[in-house]
């Protein structure tokens, strides 16, 4: 947990101050790229195995 010094800095591990938030934009990154890898797994399988 991060802690406040009596100047009102705050003072972090590394470790906490590597964790980033994970935002919506995580999320459609994580969305789109799911998709399109399924799309062009079925597009293949479609070309190849028909």
Do not use: D, H, N
């Not at 980033?20 to 934009?25: A, Q």
């Not at 994580?30 to 070309?47: E, H, K, N, Q, R």
Request: aromatic share 10%; charged share 15%.
């Amino acid at each position: 947990m991060a802690q406040v010094t009596s100047k009102g800095q705050i003072v972090e591990t590394a470790t906490e101050a590597r964790a980033g938030e994970r935002g919506p934009s995580m999320l459609v990154v994580l969305t789109v790229s799911t998709v399109a890898a399924a799309v062009i797994f079925a597009a293949l399988w479609y070309y190849f195995l028909r």
